[in-house]
Structure formats: structure tokens, C-alpha cells
């Protein structure tokens, strides 16, 4: 079974310990990464903005990147999700909308190929921390990953899960949204930091990095003290916790 990791752009450039800690958590699990170099971005700023051209120019990147991969999984809801929409960049293609719908059925976000196809709940983690949860919305709303973060979390000992007020309003963030709408976006972080103030959390964590950069971001500029993370960080330092 050959697994791929999909960094993305974020991942890659600012957040590699991301894709470290799910490297280690799945090989914990007999699961070794395969990582394509000639890997890039899945092309989502191009296509939201319109330019379906450019976006199949990267889109064709990644399908060759992965084409020999059984499964791929991803730190992104956003960019996994963005996969999804390949089939459509290529309805007119028939050979790359074939290649397309075969990426679309084995990607997979990391808490999905947990979950759903290692059949994991539970890491054998520890985090003794009270802990809040934003779920990103091409995650929840477009993969439609909601039970999976949540089980994993409730399965770390120690692990206090407090409920995020107004969860599923959007950071604002939104790729290119937070460019072309940045008043707009700026008001909506500072919303979702009052609510993660409000849940009195130790720590934030999430799906995707982009919406979880913007909130720290937020957070740093009010001077919250919340510590933001990936669920992939939180449950391999959970790990390592209990080991020692």
C-alpha cells in the first residue's frame, strides 16, 4: 500500500512540523509516507479567483504527482476538498477527468484516513489541557468531517473538549477572501478569537492551517494567550506525553 503525503503550499513553506507529526503518528501505526517532490499547489487560489486555466495547469501537477499513490492524505481539508473539484476543471478532458476522478476517490483528509480507513479512534495519547476545537468549513461543509477530529480528541486522556461558541462561523480567512475582503475578513477573525476567548481554552485546535494561521494571528495581535495547533500536533505530542 503506498500512502502519499499532500503537504500543500502552507504546510510545505510554514507549517512542516505539520506534516512531521502525522509522518510520526502514522508510522507509529505501520504506515511509512511516501512524499512526491514534484508536488504544488492544488490550485484553489486560481480556480476561486476565476482562472480555471492556470488552475488546471497546477491541478495536472498534482495528478501526475500522485497518480501511482494508493491513498493521499492531507493536513487540508481546503486543499483536499479543492481536489474534489478537479473532476469539473476536466469535465471536457476525458483522459485527465479519469485521472481526476481517481485522485478524488482515494484523497483522503488526515482524521478521514484515521478514522475511516486505518480504523483508528484512539492514538494512545495524553494532553492534559482544556482544549476547543473551529472546524473549518471545506472540511466540514464540503468533505463533510465532522465526527472524525472530534472522536480522536475525546479518546486522549486527560484531554478536556469544551465547546467552541458559534463553531461553525467561518474565521474569515477564505483564501483570496481575506485579499479582495480584508475589512470584512478582519471582522470576522475578531469574532471567532471572542468565542475562543470566551470557551476559556488552554489551546484551539483545527483541520487546516490557513484558518488556524489567521486566528493565531488574531489572537497574538489582542494578545491572547491561546496556544493554536493542528490536531495532527496535538495528538503526536499527545503521544509522546504518554510514553513518557
Given at each position: ?43 484553489q487560489?486560481?480556480?476561486?479567483s ?48 479519469e ?5 478524488q ?11 475511516q ?55 474569515g ?41 489567521n ?8 494578545g ?21
Open positions: 500500500m503506498k500512502v502519499s503525503l499532500f503537504i500543500t503550499c502552507l504546510g510545505d513553506a510554514l507549517y512542516p512540523r505539520v506534516g512531521e507529526a502525522m509522518a510520526r503518528l502514522l508510522a507509529r501505526n505501520g504506515v511509512v509516507l511516501d512524499f512526491p517532490r514534484v508536488q504544488t499547489c492544488c490550485g487560489p486560481a480556480f476561486n476565476g482562472y480555471w486555466k492556470e488552475a488546471r495547469t497546477t491541478a495536472r501537477t498534482i495528478l501526475e504527482a500522485f497518480e501511482d499513490s494508493d491513498f493521499v492524505i492531507s493536513p487540508s481539508g481546503s486543499c483536499t476538498g479543492m481536489i474534489h473539484h478537479y473532476p469539473k476543471l476536466f469535465e471536457n478532458e476525458p483522459v485527465w477527468l485521472k481526476a476522478e481517481n485522485l476517490r482515494k484523497s483522503y483528509e488526515f482524521t478521514q484516513f484515521l478514522v480507513v486505518m480504523g483508528i479512534t484512539d492514538v494512545g495519547a495524553s494532553f492534559p489541557f482544556k482544549v476547543t476545537y473551529h472546524p473549518s468549513c471545506h472540511g466540514s461543509r464540503l468533505l463533510g468531517v465532522r465526527e472524525e477530529p472530534l472522536e480522536l480528541m475525546r479518546n486522549v486522556k486527560g484531554l478536556e473538549l469544551v465547546p467552541l461558541p458559534f463553531a461553525e462561523d467561518c474565521c480567512f477564505g483564501g483570496t477572501f481575506a485579499v479582495k475582503m480584508a475589512d470584512i475578513s478582519g471582522a470576522m477573525v475578531t469574532e471567532k478569537t471572542d468565542h475562543v476567548l470566551e470557551s476559556e481554552a488552554e489551546v484551539l485546535v483545527g483541520l487546516d492551517m490557513a484558518c488556524l494561521m486566528i493565531a494571528g488574531n489572537l497574538r495581535y489582542r491572547g494567550a491561546v496556544r493554536v495547533i493542528h490536531l495532527a500536533e496535538l495528538l503526536e505530542e499527545g503521544v509522546s506525553r504518554h510514553d513518557r
